[in-house]
Nanobody, 128 residues
Framework: QVQLVESGGGSVQAGGSLRLSCVAS????????MGWFRQAPGKEREFVAA????????SHADSVKGRFTISRDNAKNTVYLQMNSLKPEDTAVYYC?????????????????????WGQGTQVTVSS
């Protein structure tokens, strides 16, 4: 089972930027479909972004489209979430998720139940 470790969270003012990283241990990272989710206080965890194992296909939630960008570097076993123009409503714990899949290079997973490996989360706080 792949192990995931997120980093890059912190506190920023509205309009600022952060880049989250998620490093995966183990082999075959390039065969994992990856996703980012977030959970704000008192709310359910929600989808943020996902990327196919090839990196050739991505998906972003409407709430972050145009501000956040998911990417991956398979040589470094790392997936990133670049977050720009941050808003107070982006405040949450951000989780990285992974799922090994014998599927095509453009498959995206956007539901929590599709993933079977999760990181511990990293806190992002955006102040107004």
């Amino acid at each position: 089972q792949v192990q995931l470790v997120e980093s890059g969270g912190g506190s920023v003012q509205a309009g600022g930027s952060l880049r989250l990283s998620c490093v995966a241990s183990g082999r075959a990272f390039s065969s994992y479909t990856m996703g980012w989710f977030r959970q704000a206080p008192g709310k359910e965890r929600e989808f943020v972004a996902a990327i196919s194992w090839s990196g050739g296909s991505t998906s972003h939630a409407d709430s972050v489209k145009g501000r956040f960008t998911i990417s991956r570097d398979n040589a470094k076993n790392t997936v990133y979430l670049q977050m720009n123009s941050l808003k107070p409503e982006d405040t949450a714990v951000y989780y990285c998720a992974a799922r090994f899949g014998p599927w095509g290079p453009y498959v995206i997973l956007s539901t929590q139940t599709a993933y079977n490996a999760w990181g511990q989360g990293t806190q992002v706080t955006v102040s107004s």
